[in-house]
């Protein structure tokens, strides 16, 4: 199957692996090249000796193409030195604003390598084009975690329409009639998270697995309130705690930033610096006051993202969830997903065709 996206990246499908923290791998992203579509690593995840790390393992496990994405502006800045000094080809950013990405994408061009966007707004989708970036991830309503504003069907033909780059649809795309509708659009492939996730080479506690498979697409919930940016989560009992109380105690929130500052290996300036620069692009976050409240917000909402994601406690944590749960409903290998897509996306394709009078 042949797409702007899979000769672009030099792929045999055109899907990808969603940049997820905590989820994505090596293992999981080395599986999803093997299988023949776009693995890729979030970095945020790492410092930058394990980043490395994470790099240099991945290469061991596989020879396909595979990419890491990069938050601009959250954490650690030197991890864009680690990816565009490890050479990773195919680089994927988030976030950010021209005098962060512009210098990314002149780093990342200057040794032959590839830079996917991710949008949520046709503004945002020109802008990244004329900035440089090589291809779009158009992220839409359906979405796990930070998604659009927009539902698929409306957002991405605007975008298409828009730019003239590849355009990868995210947010909703688990199968092949996810994929081929996708391609109707004028998408040139899909960026798949949680159904990759869902997977037995992922690395995630049995209790996340089980809950992917039983969730239906009502079953999550998207706001502001779990960590200062609209999230789409699965609603358990800490999300709707959450979402009743609309506000974190002053000891939840340090207990909270000191885990988290640990385990994303940052300065307490660093993390302070992340929390205020996430809440204030994202949000429009104001004076002293409004930012306080942001950052302690952003610091127990990752915290309780760990607890679900890394401890499986699935009762006190918070899952990032996707409205594509709904066609999740077992948990095979990751070439068994990305082949039965992409048969089923040929087979529609195929039907429509034929279906097509002269």
């Known amino acids: 199957m042949k797409t702007r996206m899979t000769e672009l990246f030099g792929i045999r499908y055109p899907i990808m692996l969603a940049g997820m923290n905590w989820l994505t791998t090596p293992k999981l992203v080395a599986a999803v090249s093997n299988a023949g579509a776009l693995g890729v690593l979030a970095s945020a995840q790492y410092n ?6 994470a790099i240099r393992e991945i290469r061991k496990l596989t020879d396909k193409p595979f990419g890491v994405n990069l938050t601009l502006g959250i954490g650690d800045a030197s991890l864009i030195k680690v990816v565009t000094d490890e ?15 512009t210098p990314l994408i002149q780093a990342v061009h200057a ?45 991405i033909p605007q975008v ?7 355009c990868i649809a995210a947010g909703g795309f688990a199968d092949g009639k996810g994929l081929s509708a996708a391609l109707a659009l004028g998408a040139d492939g899909i960026s798949m998270g949680t159904r990759l996730a869902a997977t037995k080479e992922a690395e995630v506690p049995d209790s996340i697995k089980e809950i992917w498979v039983k969730a ?36 939840d929130a340090i207990s909270a930033g000191m885990m988290m500052k640990k385990a994303l290996n940052l300065s307490w300036k660093q993390f302070i610096q992340t929390a205020f620069k996430m809440m204030g692009r994202e949000s429009g976050v104001g004076g002293g006051k409004k930012k306080l409240a942001a950052g302690m917000r952003f610091a127990v909402g990752s915290r309780l993202f760990y ?17 594509t749960v709904g066609r999740i409903h077992d948990i095979p290998t990751v070439a068994e997903v990305i082949e039965r897509t992409v048969t089923e996306a040929k087979q529609i394709l195929a039907k429509m065709n034929s279906q097509i009078a002269d």
Request: glycine share 8%; net charge negative.
């Open 160 to 166: 298409i329409d828009a730019v003239k780059i590849p």
């Open 307 to 323: 607890k679900a994601t890394i401890e499986g406690d699935v009762t006190n944590g918070i899952l990032v969830m996707g409205q």
């Open 48 to 53: 930058t000796d394990t980043l490395r790390e």
């Open 111 to 155: 040794y032959g390598g590839k830079i996917i966007g991710t949008i949520a707004s046709v503004k945002h989708a020109q802008r990244s084009e004329r900035l440089g970036a090589d291809a779009l991830i158009i992220t839409d309503y359906e979405a796990a975690a930070h998604s659009g504003n927009i539902g698929a069907i409306v957002l």
């Open 87 to 101: 050479k990773v080809l195919i680089v994927n950013y988030s976030l950010g604003r021209p005098p962060e990405i």
């Open 216 to 251: 239906t697409e009502e079953d999550t919930i998207i706001d502001p309130a779990f960590d200062g940016i609209n999230c789409r989560v699965w609603r358990n009992k800490a999300a709707e705690d959450i979402l009743n109380k609309k506000s974190f105690a002053l000891f």
